[in-house]
């Protein structure tokens, strides 16, 4: 099981696999089960954002355990908590927010430095 952070920008944290574009995130989701999921909004000039992201993980049912939507977009952010939260996934946990510090440590405390 992984954990991955999808941003364009900012940097991956220990304990996470960096996905750096929406094509990228919907592969790592598509190909493994993931933990936890940290997603941003924007992610380039033209290209496909966040929202993209939740629209295929909505489209394809395999959800992570954990989404948190740390993006600085207040809209994006707002429309990515409220498509997840529409589509009631059982068992996922959706966080209007970034990781707090207790999820960042146990993230960074299990990784083997192979992800």
Do not use: W
């Not at 991955?4 to 574009?21: E, I, Q, T, W």
């Not at 941003?40 to 295929?56: C, I, K, S």
């Amino acid at each position: 099981m992984i954990n991955v952070y999808l941003d364009d920008m900012r940097p991956c944290p220990r304990g996470f696999v960096a996905a750096r574009s929406a094509e990228e995130c919907l592969l790592l989701l598509s190909a493994n089960e993931v933990n936890v999921l940290s997603l941003d909004f924007e992610l380039g000039f033209r290209e496909p954002n966040g929202l993209a992201v939740v629209q295929g993980i909505i489209a394809s049912g395999k959800y992570p355990k954990q989404v948190y939507v740390h993006s600085s977009s207040l809209m994006g952010r707002a429309q990515m908590v409220s498509d997840l939260r529409a589509a009631n996934p059982q068992g996922v946990t959706i966080h209007d927010g970034p990781m707090p510090a207790a999820v960042l440590e146990a993230a960074a405390a299990k990784d083997t430095g192979h992800a």
